[in-house]
């Protein structure tokens, strides 16, 4: 019915560069502020990133400034995190979440509507 599907998680060196997608099937993306969060193993999940309805504004977690970057392609119904410079810390699931707001939020607390399954990356040499 309503799901997001996330891809392009993988293995990847230290340094190395990977792009998550996360696609929407059953209703559009254009209505809805989308969130990335990750949980590594022994940890809580983790807010990455997240845009805006329109694609104007963006969060990132201190963790991830400067290396990640969250876009959105509303025709294509899908939403981006292009990951450069990964590190072994970045290693987890990664999940894409929608809320049917204009913006969004990464506390932990906040309620997305739809969450998809999660993509692995592992970072490692």
Do not use: H
């Not at 502020?33 to 997240?50: D, L, T």
């Not at 805006?52 to 939403?79: H, L």
């Amino acid at each position: 019915q309503l799901q997001l599907v996330e891809s392009g998680g993988g293995l990847v060196q230290p340094g190395g560069s990977l792009r998550l997608s996360c696609a929407a099937s059953g209703f559009t993306l254009d209505a809805y502020a989308i969130g990335w969060f990750r949980q590594a193993p022994g940890k809580e999940r983790e807010g990455v990133s997240c845009i805006s309805r329109s694609g104007g504004w963006t969060n990132y977690a201190d963790s991830v400034k400067g290396r990640f970057t969250i876009s959105r392609d509303n025709a294509k119904n899908t939403v981006y995190l292009q990951m450069n410079s990964l590190k072994p810390e970045d290693t987890a699931v990664y999940y894409c979440a929608a809320v049917s707001r204009t913006y969004c939020s990464l506390y932990m607390n906040y309620k997305y509507d739809y969450w998809g399954q999660g993509t692995q990356v592992t970072v490692s040499s």
